[in-house]
C-alpha cells in the first residue's frame, strides 16, 4: 500500500507538459521559500522582565546586517515570476478559444485571483488561533504587535492582484524596445516621486511609488515570457544597474536596506523608492 502525502518527482514529471517553463516554477518556489524563512529570521521576538512579549527585527538591533537585504529583498523576482506565468496562462486561454482571443478581463483575472487568495483564509485562521493563545497568555498589547507582523506580510497578495490586472495590457507590448521604454519610463517616475516625497517632506508623494516600482518586475516578466531578454543581455543589465545602486544609495539620501527595519528615517519599501526600483530590474 502507497502511503506517501506528496507525489513522486517521476509521476509530476510524468504530467507536466514539456513546454513548462520550469525555471519560472523554480522562481516562485525558490523567492517564497526565502520570503519565508526570511522573515522567521528578522522577526525578533522576546518576552520581557515583566513577562510581557516585545516584537521587534533583528535588522533593526543590528544595523551592520542591512546589506543583506540586497540578497533577501527576493519579491521582484516573485512577481517576475508570477507575471511571466500569467502571461502563459493567457497565451494558453487565447489558444484555447475558437475565435483566437483571450477571455474577458474580469473572468480571466477573478480565475488567477481565487487560486491565488484561497490559502490566505487558511493563514488566517490558524493565526487567529495563536493570536488568541497571546493574548490569554501575555496580554491584550502583545497580541496586537504579534497581529500587526502576520497582517503586514500579506502586503504582497494585494500588489500581486494589481500586477496580474495589468498583465493583459502589458502583453500587447510587441517587441523589446517597448518594454524598455516603459521600464525606463516607471524609474523615472519613481525617481520624481522620490524627489517630491524628499522636497517636501511628506510621505504621500512616495505611494505612487508602490505601482511603478512594483510594476517593474511585472514588465520585465512579461518581456521574458515573450522572449524578449537573452541571457546575455541580462548579465550585462543586472551588472549595470548593481553599480548604479550603490553610487545612488553612496551620493543620496537613500538607505541600503531593502526591507523593513522599524527604524528606518527615509524606508526604501514603505512606499518604495528608486533604490528598491533599480533592485527589481537587476
Given at each position: 500500500m502507497?502511503?506517501?502525502?506528496?507525489?513522486?518527482?517521476?509521476?509530476?514529471?510524468?504530467?507536466?507538459?514539456?513546454?513548462?517553463?520550469?525555471?519560472?516554477?523554480?522562481?516562485?518556489?525558490?523567492?517564497l521559500?526565502?520570503?519565508m524563512?526570511?522573515?522567521?529570521?528578522?522577526?525578533?521576538?522576546?518576552?520581557?522582565a515583566?513577562?510581557?512579549?516585545w516584537?521587534?527585527?533583528?535588522?533593526?538591533?543590528?544595523?551592520?546586517?542591512?546589506?543583506?537585504t540586497?540578497?533577501?529583498?527576493?519579491?521582484?523576482?516573485?512577481?517576475f515570476?508570477?507575471?511571466?506565468?500569467?502571461?502563459?496562462?493567457?497565451?494558453?486561454?487565447?489558444?484555447?478559444?475558437?475565435?483566437?482571443?483571450?477571455?474577458?478581463?474580469?473572468?480571466?483575472?477573478?480565475?488567477?485571483?481565487?487560486?491565488l487568495?484561497?490559502?490566505?483564509?487558511?493563514?488566517?485562521?490558524?493565526?487567529?488561533?495563536?493570536?488568541?493563545?497571546?493574548r490569554?497568555?501575555?496580554?491584550?498589547?502583545?497580541?496586537?504587535?504579534?497581529?500587526?507582523?502576520?497582517?503586514?506580510?500579506?502586503?504582497?497578495?494585494?500588489?500581486?492582484?494589481?500586477?496580474?490586472?495589468?498583465?493583459?495590457?502589458?502583453?500587447?507590448?510587441?517587441?523589446?524596445?517597448?518594454?524598455?521604454?516603459?521600464?525606463?519610463?516607471?524609474?523615472?517616475?519613481?525617481?520624481?516621486f522620490?524627489?517630491?516625497?524628499?522636497r517636501?517632506?511628506?510621505?504621500?508623494?512616495?505611494?505612487?511609488?508602490?505601482?511603478?516600482?512594483w510594476?517593474?518586475?511585472?514588465?520585465?516578466?512579461?518581456?521574458?515570457?515573450?522572449?524578449?531578454?537573452?541571457p546575455?543581455?541580462?548579465?550585462?543589465?543586472?551588472?549595470?544597474?548593481?553599480?548604479?545602486?550603490?553610487?545612488?544609495?553612496?551620493?543620496?539620501?537613500?538607505e541600503?536596506?531593502?526591507?523593513?527595519?522599524?527604524?528606518?528615517?527615509?524606508?526604501?519599501?514603505?512606499?518604495?523608492?528608486?533604490?528598491?526600483?533599480?533592485?527589481?530590474?537587476?
Amino acid at each position: 500500500m502507497n502511503l506517501a502525502v506528496f507525489p513522486s518527482a517521476s509521476r509530476v514529471a510524468a504530467s507536466t507538459p514539456a513546454e513548462r517553463d520550469r525555471a519560472v516554477d523554480v522562481a516562485r518556489i525558490a523567492s517564497l521559500l526565502v520570503v519565508m524563512f526570511g522573515h522567521c529570521f528578522l522577526v525578533l521576538a522576546t518576552i520581557t522582565a515583566s513577562s510581557q512579549l516585545w516584537v521587534g527585527n533583528v535588522l533593526g538591533e543590528l544595523p551592520a546586517l542591512r546589506p543583506v537585504t540586497w540578497l533577501l529583498q527576493v519579491m521582484p523576482l516573485f512577481f517576475f515570476a508570477g507575471a511571466a506565468s500569467a502571461t502563459y496562462g493567457l497565451d494558453r486561454s487565447r489558444a484555447g478559444e475558437t475565435t483566437g482571443k483571450a477571455p474577458p478581463w474580469g473572468v480571466w483575472l477573478f480565475t488567477r485571483a481565487q487560486r491565488l487568495c484561497r490559502p490566505v483564509f487558511a493563514y488566517l485562521a490558524v493565526w487567529s488561533l495563536a493570536l488568541g493563545a497571546t493574548r490569554m497568555l501575555a496580554g491584550p498589547a502583545a497580541g496586537a504587535r504579534l497581529g500587526e507582523q502576520c497582517v503586514a506580510m500579506l502586503w504582497f497578495i494585494g500588489v500581486y492582484l494589481i500586477i496580474l490586472a495589468c498583465v493583459p495590457a502589458l502583453v500587447r507590448l510587441s517587441s523589446a524596445r517597448g518594454f524598455v521604454a516603459l521600464v525606463v519610463a516607471l524609474l523615472a517616475l519613481t525617481a520624481a516621486f522620490d524627489c517630491a516625497r524628499i522636497r517636501f517632506d511628506n510621505l504621500a508623494w512616495g505611494l505612487p511609488n508602490f505601482l511603478s516600482v512594483w510594476l517593474i518586475p511585472a514588465v520585465i516578466g512579461v518581456a521574458y515570457a515573450r522572449r524578449y531578454i537573452t541571457p546575455k543581455s541580462a548579465v550585462v543589465i543586472a551588472a549595470a544597474v548593481f553599480l548604479l545602486n550603490i553610487v545612488v544609495v553612496a551620493v543620496g539620501p537613500y538607505e541600503i536596506a531593502l526591507v523593513v527595519t522599524g527604524n528606518e528615517g527615509l524606508s526604501n519599501v514603505t512606499p518604495p523608492t528608486i533604490v528598491l526600483g533599480l533592485h527589481c530590474v537587476g
